[in-house]
């Protein structure tokens, strides 16, 4: 599998973490079942990032190690696994250049001022990704043609560099190869000429993923590119795609400072993929109660390491995993078992469903924190947590000694601040009302 991963000139607003996270769910509901290749490309040179270097004054790998780091840091801390390979454009110029060299060689691309453009027109299956028909698009090409170029939507192989940006030697000069080519290249180089699953956020279907599949197609001699694609919906605010030209994003490295990794990803996981995803304070609002509600759950629940280690996550989650990554179907299941485990009496039961309901939470990269952790965090009302603890030891005594009122009294007051008990077996827990 390969996803298309960052370009790197810039902190990663939410909006480019949300393919990073969807995909990495993907990864780890797969791998249960099959043996997966997972690459990850990184774009590290770009006009965007040649303008960022030339702007700061300092050659592109001071910007692109600083952003790769920030880049990596970030999705860790949001739980998203390393992919197998991570490869980066640069350290690919020697394949691009050869599969470039093939196209020429089986008249699919053509040489002109410096410039390496692929012929559209060489290829009857353009447009099969994002079904647009190449005549129309012909007819309605608005894009200022560049005189190089025999049609307007042939599209740079290969283009060349004055001094001032970074350049490679090839057969056509110094110069650097145009974004399309990268992927082509790096998932040939690390995952063959046919993959199974290609990845990215919807905005690449139209050119880019359109521009692959026709570069790697016609250089395999037809030989299919990938055989299956899926592509996650916009996260947008205030129904506007969030993107740096719109000014209207959230990085992550800010985000990070107020709130937990888990409660993003959560968040980001809370709308199928496929659907657009509309970010408000609210989405966090409504993440960060979910897992006040798992870890609520599995906080009074001890378990050996073999038991955690053998449970198995619920069918009903595997259910929805399975079919297309429903997410919003599998929280709800996991929202269910948590319900079942809270008002559950028997120990035994109350074991298995919190051993149940932590797999589920391994498998989709939630409830990794310890939950006294989790609550000793914040959630407590302005009441700390030992606060917290000794009120409820207080309404326990009270309790024993048959002094209702003043148990109930204690209770009412870590209600006026957001606290709820819940009595259970195990004694009396808390957590945080909706
Ligand atoms: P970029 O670094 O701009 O190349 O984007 C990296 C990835 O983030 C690409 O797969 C984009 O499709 C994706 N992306 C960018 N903006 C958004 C957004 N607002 N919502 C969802 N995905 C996005
Ligand atoms: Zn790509």
Same mark, same amino acid.
């Given at each position: !599998?390969?996803?298309?991963?960052? +370009?790197?000139? /810039?902190?990663?607003?939410?909006?480019?973490?949300?393919?990073?996270?969807?995909?990495?769910?993907? =990864?780890?509901?797969?791998?249960?079942?099959?043996?997966?290749?997972? %690459?990850?490309?990184?774009?590290?040179?770009?006009?965007?990032? /040649?303008?960022?270097?030339?702007?700061?004054?300092?050659?592109? *790998?001071?910007? +692109? =190690?600083?952003?790769?780091?920030?880049? $990596?840091?970030?999705?860790?801390?949001? &739980?998203?696994?390393?992919?197998?390979?991570?490869?980066?454009?640069?350290?690919?110029?020697?394949?691009?250049?050869?599969?470039?060299?093939?196209?020429? @060689?089986?008249?699919? %691309?053509?040489?002109?001022?410096?410039?390496?453009?692929?012929?559209?027109?060489?290829?009857?299956?353009?447009?099969?990704?994002?079904?647009?028909?190449?005549?129309? !698009?012909?007819?309605?090409?608005?894009?200022?043609?560049?005189?190089?170029?025999?049609?307007?939507?042939?599209?740079?192989?290969?283009?060349?560099?004055?001094?001032?940006?970074?350049?490679?030697?090839?057969?056509?000069?110094?110069?650097?190869?145009?974004?399309?080519?990268?992927?082509?290249?790096?998932?040939?180089? #690390?995952? &063959?000429?046919?993959?199974?699953?290609?990845?990215?956020?919807?905005?690449?279907?139209?050119?880019? #993923?359109? $521009?692959?599949?026709?570069?790697?197609?016609?250089?395999?001699?037809?030989?299919?590119?990938?055989?299956?694609?899926?592509? /996650?919906?916009?996260?947008?605010?205030?129904?506007?795609? !969030?993107?740096?030209?719109?000014? $209207?994003?959230?990085?992550?490295?800010?985000?990070?400072?107020?709130?937990?990794?888990?409660?993003?990803?959560?968040?980001?996981?809370?709308?199928?993929?496929?659907?657009?995803?509309?970010?408000?304070?609210?989405?966090?609002?409504?993440? =960060?109660?979910?897992?006040?509600?798992?870890?609520?759950?599995?906080?009074?629940?001890?378990?050996?390491?073999?038991?955690?280690?053998?449970? @198995?996550?619920?069918?009903?989650?595997?259910?929805?995993? @399975?079919? *297309?990554? /429903?997410?919003?179907?599998?929280?709800?299941?996991?929202? #269910?078992?948590?319900?079942?485990?809270?008002?559950?009496?028997?120990?035994?039961?109350?074991?298995?469903?919190?051993?149940?309901?932590?797999?589920? &939470?391994?498998?989709?990269?939630?409830?990794?924190?310890?939950?006294?952790?989790?609550?000793?965090? &914040?959630?407590?009302?302005?009441?700390?947590?030992?606060?917290?603890? !000794?009120?409820?030891?207080?309404? @326990?005594?009270?309790?024993?000694?048959?002094?209702?009122?003043? %148990?109930?009294?204690?209770?009412?007051?870590?209600?006026?601040?957001?606290?709820?008990?819940?009595?259970?077996?195990?004694?009396?827990?808390?957590?945080?009302?909706?």
């Amino acid at each position: !599998m390969y996803l298309c991963g960052p +370009t790197v000139y /810039n902190y990663a607003h939410i909006g480019n973490a949300r393919p990073a996270v969807v995909f990495d769910l993907l =990864t780890r509901v797969l791998r249960r079942k099959y043996k997966l290749i997972y %690459a990850r490309n990184i774009t590290d040179v770009d006009d965007k990032i /040649n303008q960022a270097a030339l702007d700061a004054d300092v050659p592109i *790998d001071q910007i +692109t =190690t600083k952003y790769i780091k920030a880049y $990596n840091e970030d999705m860790s801390v949001l &739980g998203v696994k390393s992919p197998d390979i991570e490869p980066r454009a640069t350290e690919h110029v020697k394949e691009m250049i050869e599969m470039i060299q093939l196209l020429l @060689e089986k008249n699919h %691309a053509y040489e002109a001022e410096g410039h390496v453009l692929f012929d559209v027109s060489s290829n009857p299956d353009y447009g099969i990704l994002s079904k647009r028909d190449l005549r129309e !698009m012909i007819a309605g090409a608005r894009v200022e043609v560049a005189p190089y170029k025999s049609s307007p939507q042939d599209f740079v192989l290969w283009k060349p560099s004055s001094r001032e940006f970074p350049g490679w030697d090839s057969p056509w000069g110094r110069g650097r190869p145009g974004w399309h080519i990268e992927c082509s290249a790096m998932s040939k180089k #690390h995952l &063959g000429n046919t993959i199974d699953i290609h990845a990215g956020g919807q905005d690449l279907i139209f050119p880019h #993923h359109e $521009n692959e599949i026709a570069q790697s197609t016609c250089a395999h001699d037809g030989a299919p590119f990938a055989r299956y694609w899926v592509h /996650n919906g916009f996260l947008s605010v205030g129904s506007k795609k !969030m993107s740096k030209s719109l000014g $209207n994003v959230l990085l992550l490295h800010d985000l990070l400072k107020v709130t937990s990794g888990e409660v993003i990803r959560l968040a980001l996981l809370s709308a199928h993929y496929r659907q657009p995803l509309e970010w408000s304070d609210q989405t966090l609002h409504a993440a =960060t109660r979910m897992l006040d509600r798992f870890y609520g759950a599995v906080r009074l629940i001890d378990l050996t390491k073999a038991e955690r280690q053998e449970a @198995e996550p619920p069918a009903a989650v595997i259910e929805a995993l @399975e079919d *297309d990554i /429903n997410t919003p179907k599998a929280l709800a299941a996991m929202f #269910h078992l948590a319900r079942t485990l809270n008002k559950t009496d028997d120990s035994v039961e109350r074991k298995k469903l919190g051993a149940s309901l932590l797999a589920g &939470g391994d498998l989709m990269g939630l409830i990794q924190e310890n939950p006294d952790k989790w609550f000793g965090d &914040g959630a407590d009302g302005g009441l700390s947590v030992e606060n917290i603890e !000794m009120m409820l030891t207080e309404r @326990e005594k009270a309790r024993s000694n048959k002094n209702f009122s003043a %148990a109930d009294a204690i209770r009412d007051r870590l209600a006026n601040c957001g606290i709820q008990i819940e009595d259970s077996v195990e004694g009396a827990r808390w957590r945080r009302t909706e």
